[in-house]
């Protein structure tokens, strides 16, 4: 706070609260980090900060989503559970002064409010294998001792629409376009020399400004789940491998007690020609099998490639991994999936 003293017409001394939540809402070219981190402080003066800030937004009849968009737009979400705290429950109560009657108190506002950060990082964290389901959510919102009131139309709406479109906690810059488009057919090699050499820069930059935004959501989840847990919301976040296996073992229960109470007559003898035909539809009764031939597949793959004597033929290994990564997310094999897409054809069987 003692950095801002002096800044943009504050005063060099005990700045008030309204104006600094003004500063921070209306200076442009603020690093959205720092003001996160400023509005989710602990010490009286951030916290009189935060409250300002909140007071500043007229969220009358604004949708509960649509209000917390807004809210967050101004700042990046901090990466530690605390600061996140004091900043939903800020929004929770001037969303329920700017609508009243909407929750039978600040506290339902406020797990909701922390609900859909959750489901927010849950959904559109490529990390996570496993998802929040919809009756989870809902759980979860109604987990506050007042929030059982909390409308089940009103919460699927807000669990659509969040899955769909993500709430922004960071600065997602987008990628340029072509830096060399500007050099034309005639130019010489030494534009074009540059104009390659500015492409580079700007992939460069892209790569480094993914793996930012991808540390920041990984901060923003776990910051998430330490708060769930402290707060004790009842939900844990599920283990892809173990969901996976669960669900693999029910599926093969189910398949063996099929055999083991089939009618003997319905099954044809040693001497008949015919033999026993079980359908199943059951797509899980396929994990066992692609996880048993994952290593042999990965090594058949890297052969393939580099055998190829051309593009044409070694688009197909290419176009082989594509299938098997969309079926290792449809069967749940999280190291299966990350092998094929973080690697490629080339060192797959070196990575698993």
Not at 239 to 256: G, I, K, M
Not at 257 to 270: C, I, K, Q, R
Not at 274 to 300: D, I, N, Q, V, Y
Not at 308 to 313: T, V
Request: hydrophobic residues 45%.
């Amino acid at each position: 706070m003692a950095a801002l003293t002096g800044v943009g017409g504050l005063s060099n001394e005990n700045p008030d609260p309204v104006d600094v939540a003004n500063f921070l809402l209306r200076t442009k070219g603020l690093d959205k980090a720092a003001v996160g981190e400023l509005l989710g402080g602990h010490d009286d003066e951030s916290v009189a900060v935060v409250r300002a800030f909140a007071r500043s937004f007229d969220f009358s009849k604004l949708d509960f989503d649509v209000a917390l968009r807004v809210f967050l737009k101004p700042f990046r979400l901090p990466g530690e559970a605390q600061k996140i705290d004091r900043l939903m429950e800020a929004f929770a109560a001037r969303y329920c002064a700017c609508n009243d009657g909407a929750f039978a108190n600040t506290d339902a506002a406020y797990v909701l409010a922390f609900a859909v950060i959750m489901l927010n990082t849950d959904a559109h964290n490529d990390a996570m294998d496993v998802k929040m389901t919809r009756d989870e959510f809902a759980a979860m919102a109604r987990s506050a001792e007042s929030g059982g009131d909390v409308d089940d139309a009103m919460l699927h709406t807000l669990y659509d629409r969040v899955v769909k479109d993500e709430i922004k906690f960071t600065d997602e810059e987008k990628g340029g376009g072509d830096a060399g488009a500007g050099a034309g057919a005639g130019g010489t090699q030494k534009k074009n020399a540059a104009a390659d050499g500015a492409a580079e820069d700007a992939a460069s930059t892209r790569r480094r400004d993914s793996k930012a935004l991808k540390e920041a959501k990984e901060a923003a989840a776990a910051a998430v789940d330490e708060l769930a847990k402290s707060l004790n919301l009842g939900w844990k976040r599920r283990d892809a491998a173990a969901v996976a296996d669960a669900a693999s073992e029910e599926v093969l229960r189910e398949t063996r007690g099929l055999f083991e109470n089939a009618d003997p007559s319905s099954v044809s003898s040693s001497s008949s020609s015919s033999s026993a035909f079980h359908a199943a539809s059951e797509p899980g009764l396929a994990r066992p099998m692609l996880e048993a031939a994952a290593a042999p597949l990965l090594r058949a793959l890297e052969g393939a490639y580099h055998a190829a004597d051309d593009a044409a033929h070694a688009a197909l290994p290419l176009e082989c991994a594509r299938a098997s990564l969309r079926l290792s997310a449809e069967l749940r094999l999280p190291k299966l999936r990350r092998v094929l897409s973080h690697t490629g054809p080339h060192t797959t069987a070196l990575a698993w």
